[in-house]
């Protein structure tokens, strides 16, 4: 199975079904179930400024996790790719490219390395992770 790291906060907001869109610099041709791997790093800074971007996007009495209760450096959830586009009405879109993610499922962090780009999973990690979603 195929993974896809993602720093914090944006990752929880994937997985907690808040975010429908993952913007990228190049086209996303992958389509499918795909394995959410929060990054292991972020900094103070980076998480301030996507806290401030996120927050008034989610619905009232929705709170961002503190960076501290993040979990990070593994998997924590599976969605699926179904399309991917160069613009769209989603406040989430600020392109150029961007994969529309549906049926988002929260696991428990399953540590694992990340590594830039789509990965594939080591075969135990991805059937443990499978077997989580049910």
């Known amino acids: 199975m195929k993974?896809?790291?993602?720093?914090?906060?944006?990752a929880w907001l994937i997985v907690n079904g808040y975010k429908d869109l993952e913007n990228r610099d190049w086209r996303i041709w992958y389509?499918?179930?795909?394995?959410?791997?929060?990054?292991?790093?972020?900094?103070?800074?980076e998480y301030g400024e996507a806290v401030a971007f996120a927050q008034p996007?989610?619905?009232?009495?929705?709170?961002?996790?503190?960076?501290?209760?993040?979990p990070r450096g593994g998997i924590v959830?599976?969605?699926?790719?179904?399309?991917?586009?160069?613009?769209?009405?989603?406040?989430?879109f600020v392109g150029p490219y961007a994969a529309v993610l549906a049926h988002p499922e929260p696991l428990e962090l399953i540590p694992l390395k990340g590594q830039l780009g789509f990965f594939?999973?080591?075969?135990?990690?991805?059937?443990?992770a499978a077997k989580e979603a049910r």
Do not use: Y
């Open 3 to 10: 993974a896809l790291s993602i720093r914090q906060p944006w």
């Open 31 to 45: 389509k499918g179930k795909v394995l959410i791997h929060a990054a292991k790093t972020c900094t103070r800074r």
């Open 57 to 70: 996007l989610l619905p009232p009495g929705v709170t961002i996790p503190p960076l501290e209760l993040l």
């Open 77 to 92: 959830g599976m969605v699926e790719i179904v399309d991917c586009v160069r613009q769209s009405s989603s406040p989430w």
């Open 120 to 128: 594939d999973v080591p075969r135990p990690v991805s059937t443990h």
